[in-house]
Nanobody, 111 residues
Framework: QVQLVESGGGLVQPGGSLRLSCAAS????????VNWSRQPPGKEREWVAT???????MYKDSVKGRFTISRDNAKNTVYLQMNSLKPEDTAVYYC?????WGQGTQVTVSS
């Protein structure tokens, strides 16, 4: 069955970096667009970044220049490199593909 498993979240100080991973299985990963979304505490879920099967990337305005989405089709994995993190980046981050969602990984940016 389709599985998306996120990892790499944690507690980081403002200005710090984290790299999230999303390991996929159960579908032809290389053919699919993959997205990262997040849900800040007490707020609705929001889109963060997308990478298409051809490698085209798109970003939410507030993360442009700080976040980078990439993929390794040989490993069926998508990454989200997050630099210059801000407290407002605190959220549960989810990987999505087709209609499937992972379980999420918590990112907390706090001093």
């Amino acid at each position: 069955q389709v599985q998306l498993v996120e990892s790499g979240g944690g507690l980081v100080q403002p200005g710090g970096s984290l790299r999230l991973s999303c390991a996929a299985s159960g579908f032809t990963f290389s053919s699919e667009t993959v997205n990262w979304s997040r849900q800040p505490p007490g707020k609705e879920r929001e889109w963060v970044a997308t990478i298409t099967s051809g490698g085209t990337t798109m970003y939410k305005d507030s993360v442009k220049g700080r976040f980078t989405i990439s993929r390794d089709n040989a490993k069926n994995t998508v990454y989200l490199q997050m630099n210059s993190l801000k407290p407002e980046d605190t959220a549960v981050y989810y990987c999505t593909a087709k209609t499937y969602w992972g379980q999420g990984t918590q990112v907390t940016v706090s001093s």
